[in-house]
């Protein structure tokens, strides 16, 4: 993988030390979360030691971070890939869910290093997983999430329903699970912020079979996340794939 770096694997919890309903579930399937991250060391290892409750494996991959997101996610026991040149979030999911399918993964679940998810509300996706494809976290477009966030949200939303045809309420989440199975059906060649919404549309495309599940709207640090000008390209790109669909 270019430009990427294996740093280490760490596994400090043994399979007979989680609960019996966990140990049924992962002798069915292999789970592997992926968090991509840059200069998350605020968070990360909390999103990590949160998540690996859940999942067999948690795959960091850490976007050319210039703070210590790569110790931290290490420390946590995370598996830690690193891009020696920032890719944006589109590249670095990317990085994560190859090496996810690489590893053997079964089912994937993505999530941001920021805290913007609750890890425990990994097992509410992985559940609709059971008669669906890929099961999408939508956060409620409330007064917990920021003025302008939410106005960007809930326009693109509109606008991927009315170019895809899709009813999906939240479309900028980043919050999902999917089986491998379906990997090749929603792969996208964004390598920003984008991403989410290229899935949408090629959930549309591809015709995945998919559910929505209301997860909590969390923002701890308002100046993060998807500007005005991100959201002007996601929807300029949005404009471009419903032209040459």
């Given at each position: 993988m270019e430009a990427l770096t294996l740093i280490e694997q760490q596994s400090n919890q043994k399979p007979?030390?989680?609960?019996?309903?966990?140990?049924?579930?992962k002798l069915k399937q292999k789970i592997i979360a992926v968090i991509p991250a840059y200069n998350?060391?605020?968070?990360?290892?909390?999103?990590?030691?949160?998540?690996?409750?859940?999942?067999d494996d948690v795959i960091v991959v850490d976007d050319a971070s210039k703070d210590n997101t790569n110790q931290l996610a290490k420390q946590a026991g995370a598996i830690v890939?690193?891009?020696?040149?920032?890719?944006?979030?589109?590249?670095?999911?990317?990085?994560?869910?190859?090496?996810?399918?690489?590893?053997?993964?079964?089912i994937i679940v993505t999530l941001d290093g920021d805290g913007q998810h609750d890890p425990n509300e990994i097992p509410k996706l992985i559940n609709g997983l059971e008669?669906?494809?890929l099961v999408i976290g939508a956060r409620k477009f409330n007064e917990n999430m920021p003025i302008q966030s939410k106005i960007g949200n809930i326009t693109l939303s509109k606008f991927s329903k009315m170019l895809f045809h899709t009813n999906i309420s939240d479309t900028q989440t980043g919050f999902r699970a999917f089986k491998s199975s379906a990997y090749s059906k929603i792969l996208w060649e964004s390598t920003g912020y984008e991403v989410e919404t290229e899935m949408i549309k090629n959930i549309n495309k591809n015709k995945v079979d998919f559910l929505e599940v209301e997860v909590k709207t969390i923002y701890n640090d308002n100046?993060?996340?998807?500007?005005?000008?991100?959201?002007?390209?996601?929807?300029?790109?949005?404009?471009?794939?419903?032209?040459?669909?």
């Open positions: 007979e030390e989680k609960t019996n309903s966990q140990s049924t579930q998350e060391e605020k968070y990360i290892q909390k999103v990590v030691e949160e998540t690996k409750k859940y999942v890939l690193r891009h020696e040149v920032n890719l944006a979030k589109g590249g670095a999911l990317k990085t994560g869910c190859d090496a996810a399918i690489q590893l053997g993964a079964d008669e669906h494809e100046y993060k996340g998807t500007t005005p000008m991100d959201g002007a390209k996601i929807a300029l790109n949005m404009i471009k794939w419903r032209a040459k669909q």
